[in-house]
T-cell receptor
Framework: GQSLEQPSEVTAVEGAIVQINCTYQ??????LSWYQQHDGGAPTFLSY????GLEETGRFSSFLSRSDSYGYLLLQELQMKDSASYFC??????????FGTGTKLQVIP | DARVTQTPRHKVTEMGQEVTMRCQPI?????VFWYRQTMMQGLELLAY????????DSGMPKDRFSAEMPDATLATLKIQPSEPRDSAVYFC?????????????FGQGTRLTVV
């Protein structure tokens, strides 16, 4: 089976940097993805890591360590609009995508 | 503007009634997922298809739920009979299903309320 763990809530100040961690257990592993979901909206794709290391996309970066079954999402220069829930998701055997329980990020002035 | 289309957006039904939710995946995508989202359980994978064939529906209560892809442009999720605990937002997502392209595009969801 597949299971993922991430913190339920994080609060950070506008303009700061925040890191959201994700640990996973899976049978078969193709990659770790991150999604953003605003209240009432649909999840939208942010990033994907198939190999160890850091992937940078604008203000967002994502890191993966396959040996540690661990990854994180780094958000820099936080803006109020970044307040949302962030989900890590594992693509495992048979391309099955399983989501974590989500981290609710609140950005405060 | 390619997008996943789900209908209906909202559905209120009485316990015991049949509910059918529809999804039009993005043209060319060969993988379709059905997720259910609730406050308590988060995003749960119910079923997914690759090239219209069901790969895994272990997350779905088999006695009342069924998922099908009658053709490449339509995926359906049916609940019969519906129960109040089925109240949730049901998302459909589609993707290309390759190891190096994992982006799943989500529809806007169907908000189901069973009373």
């Amino acid at each position: 089976g597949q299971s993922l763990e991430q913190p339920s809530e994080v609060t950070a100040v506008e303009g700061a940097i925040v890191q959201i961690n994700c640990t996973y257990q899976t049978s078969g592993f193709y990659g770790l993805s991150w999604y953003q979901q605003h209240d009432g909206g649909a999840p939208t794709f942010l990033s994907y890591n198939a190999l160890d290391g850091l992937e940078e996309t604008g203000r967002f970066s994502s890191f993966l360590s396959r040996s540690d079954s661990y990854g994180y999402l780094l958000l820099q220069e936080l803006q109020m609009k970044d307040s949302a829930s962030y989900f890590c998701a594992v693509r495992g055997g048979y391309q099955k995508v399983t989501f974590g329980t989500g981290t609710k990020l609140q950005v405060i002035p | 503007d390619a997008r996943v289309t789900q209908t209906p957006r909202h559905k209120v039904t009485e316990m015991g009634q049949e509910v059918t939710m529809r999804c039009q995946p993005i043209l060319g995508h060969n993988t379709v997922f059905w997720y259910r989202q609730t406050m308590m359980q988060g995003l749960e994978l119910l079923a997914y298809f690759r090239n219209r064939a069901p790969l895994d529906d272990s997350g779905m209560p088999k006695d009342r739920f069924s998922a099908e892809m009658p053709d490449a442009t339509l995926a359906t999720l049916k609940i019969q009979p519906s129960e109040p605990r089925d109240s949730a937002v049901y998302f459909c997502a589609s993707g290309l299903g390759t190891s190096m392209n994992t982006e799943a595009f989500f529809g806007q969801g169907t908000r189901l309320t069973v009373v």
